[in-house]
């Protein structure tokens, strides 16, 4: 490991480091010794000239570096980088039980900043979306191949992460074989197609693994006493749409507004053997089409609402917070007695108790009463580092209408 530089903390900012914090703000830093790049490594000492951490620099970024290492001993060299990936596999190893589509290493939760890595089968899905990962690219590839076997990757390094950190947007094959226009995975024995490079995220949402089993059990709870109609708006390729269905949903409409999205959830439907007569697909603005459901009189046992990020950041909190409003208002009024709602916000700018907030309101003016029966996360392959809670982007609430 070189050491190129030394970060100098403001007095009290190194409270956060301490306590294990991974980012480190502009507004924190008092002085930079030596001359340190993009993704170069520097010691970070506080106002005392105490050692604190060892981090990775952006300059370009008003995240100016992020911690990699809190253990002076520990220099985040080659070898401790590949044990760091090693780690993360082996703790999602238990998961190929039920799905050959995991998230391998989730960023600051596993102690590897700003880098991401998807498996899909055989495939490999990155996103380097740091000036750390970016300036150990090739020993985090090669630490995450080895700790695999799987020798396809494929890079998505396209996020505004990335372009915050100074760097350029990239997208291809950066190991083995090109991907396929569409893969195969499995969930729950449930199949899949994804498209590695042009799929949202890194081709699907894999956080909504657990959701999705419990749209299918929901479906499944209703269908003893009918079978459910079901409402999945936001409904991309259709994940939520398909576990309704084999859960027993008997009329599943998905809404999106992509031609494309909506194609392939067909072809998925399809891929299941589920008898086309049970779906309907609507391209059309969410919003838009829920007022128009509510004026047709429909109504629904079950609904699902996975928008987009509404809040890109903490500027756009007051504008998403009446997008999530009107959606939930609009939703919880199609809402049969008895149905489920499972409403989702994956704005990291939108916490957990604003969200609940914001849908509280939304059963208010829509004048039904409702029980909260659960809150939803993503996945156990999505873990929340206790250090870092900003890294909770995904959040849920699960309500029953009485």
């Not at 170069?40 to 604190?52: F, K, Q």
Request: aromatic share 8%; charged share 20%; with cysteine.
């Amino acid at each position: 490991m070189k050491v190129a530089g030394e970060l100098h903390l403001k007095p009290g900012k190194e409270r956060s480091v301490k306590r294990r914090h991974p980012w480190i703000y502009d507004t924190a830093v008092a002085r930079v010794g030596g001359r340190p790049s993009s993704g170069d490594w520097v010691a970070v000492h506080a106002a005392d000239g105490s050692w604190l951490a060892w981090a990775a620099y952006a300059p370009a970024s008003t995240l100016r570096a992020r911690c990699w290492s809190f253990a002076e001993k520990e220099p985040p060299d080659e070898d401790w980088i590949a044990a760091r990936v090693q780690a993360a596999v082996a703790r999602r190893a238990h998961l190929s039980a039920v799905t050959d589509a995991v998230r391998l290493v989730f960023g600051e939760a596993d102690g590897l900043p700003g880098f991401i890595a998807d498996r899909y089968a055989d495939q490999l899905v990155v996103q380097i979306q740091s000036a750390g990962a970016e300036a150990n690219r090739a020993a985090l590839l090669d630490a995450l191949v080895q700790a695999t076997g799987c020798h396809n990757v494929f890079d998505r390094s396209e996020g505004a992460t990335r372009q915050r950190e100074g760097l350029p947007p990239v997208s291809g094959c950066i190991r083995g074989a090109q991907p396929p226009p569409a893969l195969t995975v499995h969930e729950h024995g449930v199949r899949f197609r994804v498209d590695v490079r042009r799929g949202q995220k890194t081709g699907f949402y894999i956080d909504q693994r657990d959701n999705r089993r419990l749209a299918r059990e929901l479906a499944a709870r209703l269908s003893q006493q009918r079978p459910p109609r079901m409402l999945n708006c936001f409904s991309y390729t259709g994940g939520f749409s398909l576990a309704a269905a084999l859960g027993g949903a008997a009329d599943v409409l998905s809404i999106d507004a992509s031609a494309e999205a909506l194609a392939w959830a067909q072809a998925q439907w399809a891929d299941n053997g589920l008898p086309p007569q049970l779906a309907r697909w609507q391209q059309a603005d969410a919003f838009a089409a829920l007022r128009e459901l509510r004026g047709a009189g429909a109504s629904f046992d079950l609904i699902v609402l996975d928008p987009p990020k509404f809040a890109a950041s903490h500027q756009h909190v007051e504008r998403a917070a009446r997008a999530y409003k009107d959606i939930n208002l609009n939703a919880l009024r199609l809402l049969a007695p008895g149905g489920y709602l499972l409403t989702f916000s994956c704005s990291g700018a939108i916490g957990v108790e604003l969200f609940q907030k914001i849908v509280a309101g939304a059963v208010i003016d829509a004048r039904v009463d409702c029980q909260m029966i659960g809150r939803l996360t993503a996945g156990e392959d999505h873990p929340l580092s206790m250090a870092h809670p900003e890294g909770e982007y995904l959040k849920g609430l699960l309500l029953r209408r009485l």
